[in-house]
């Protein structure tokens, strides 16, 4: 099966020695049937050529942000949303450094920051230069905004030196490539649910209450989700967050009409229930607006527990359960609970009372725990909400298949 043909790949050639290189990857891709669009930087074309680029991709070569013909078309956008990967062949210490400090001086670097689609560097750079405390910093900041890095390798270099720097070969890069779409192919057959965000329960037209969430986690998992091939559903409760098209979003606003939502959007293969449901809602919740008053006493009704109801239903219950917990104090204890009493498959608790890593935070830091006692409990110490999730997926695509 070929996982590859008519896959849309954005080429991006820097400027260093082994760009040629780039050229033997573009035959082995045209092999198989792959789109391809290339940029070529300023520096890139001392060393080959957009002719030669054009004959062999058979696909336009853009070189030039300021192109009165190109800019007419928004190359940078469009170009970013065109493509379903982007790789850049070589990255040189230049573009490394560049892209880990947001630059966006040209077309290469402006298509890469306003793309939502995956980017992959081949660094390639003299030992010394690779070996820099700079470089290391850039490519661990870059690799904690999801960049995805291959190579370099070990080897003889045009400079005469010999170390690490080397580029990877286009035969490997291409192996990456195909191992890419193969793991894209095979999880688009699966179906992922993602609830995310508060609910609001209503008291009146105009009051309400509600749990405290930002949705930031949820939304950040829908991502990473729909990235790796996912159907991705996500559930949504009041947030100001936004989210790409190639997910589903329905968006609710109480707890009932996040279970209604729930139940009619499975079967899944695993559901991720990191949405802060009320607990309880007003039972007799008034159609007009209640006056001030001195006191106010409201009588309140459980909601349907959507995690616990999910988790026990056989006929809905998806291969993967996956419930979140935002704990105080004694989150071991709790988590751990709460994963045999909700009949979870995993529980992932968290300390909101940390600000750090909080509620509107960007960061977070969580335990898994596993009903499969054969499966280690762990902790992803503190990280961006999107490594995170990052890291979770990882898991999910290891437990389903």
Not at 151 to 174: H, Q, R, S, V
Not at 310 to 334: C, M, W, Y
Request: contains cysteine.
């Amino acid at each position: 099966m070929n996982n590859l043909s008519q896959k849309k790949i954005l080429l991006i050639i820097c400027g260093g020695i082994s760009a040629y290189k780039s050229l033997e990857l573009i035959r082995l891709l045209k092999k198989q049937d792959v789109e391809i669009k290339s940029i070529l930087t300023k520096s890139a074309k001392e060393f080959v050529t957009s002719l030669s680029v054009a004959s062999l991709s058979q696909g336009k070569v853009y070189d030039d942000l300021f192109n009165a013909e190109n800019e007419a078309e928004m190359d940078h956008i469009s170009l970013s949303r065109w493509a379903d990967v982007i790789f850049v062949v070589p990255a040189t210490a230049n573009t490394i450094s560049k892209l880990s400090a947001g630059s966006s001086d040209d077309l290469a670097s402006t298509v890469i920051l306003a793309s939502d689609k995956d980017v992959f560097l081949t660094p390639a750079m003299n030992v010394r230069m690779w070996e820099h405390p700079s470089t290391k910093q850039n490519l661990n900041k870059l690799r904690s905004y999801g960049y995805k890095i291959i190579g370099p390798e070990i080897g003889d270099m045009a400079c005469g030196e010999f170390g690490e720097g080397k580029m990877t070969e286009p035969k490997d890069i291409f192996q990456t490539i195909e191992a890419y779409f193969g793991e894209l192919n095979k999880n688009q057959k699966l179906k992922a649910l993602v609830t995310a965000g508060p609910t609001n329960e209503y008291i009146d037209p105009v009051r309400f209450i509600t749990n405290k969430s930002s949705g930031k986690q949820g939304y950040a998992l829908a991502k990473s989700l729909a990235k790796r091939g996912f159907q991705t559903t996500l559930i949504s409760g009041p947030t100001n967050l936004q989210i790409g098209s190639n997910i589903k979003l329905i968006k609710v606003e109480t707890a009932d009409e996040m279970f209604k939502a729930t139940k009619e959007n499975l079967p899944a293969d695993v559901a991720i229930f990191s949405a802060a449901v009320a607990d309880f809602k007003v039972k007799d919740k008034k159609n007009e607006k209640m006056k001030k008053q001195e006191y106010l006493n409201l009588e309140l009704e459980k909601n349907i527990d959507i995690l616990n109801y999910v988790s026990k239903h056989n006929s809905l219950r998806p291969k993967l359960v996956i419930g979140f917990a935002a704990e105080t104090n004694d989150i071991q204890e709790n988590a751990q609970k709460k994963l045999v009493e909700k009949n979870c498959d995993w529980i992932i608790a968290n300390d909101v009372s940390n600000n750090s890593i909080g509620f509107d935070s960007d960061f977070n830091e969580v335990s898994i725990f596993y009903k499969d006692k054969e499966i280690k409990n762990e902790k992803l110490f503190i990280k961006k909400k999107s490594e995170i999730s990052e890291e979770i997926t990882d898991r999910v695509i290891k437990q389903l298949n």
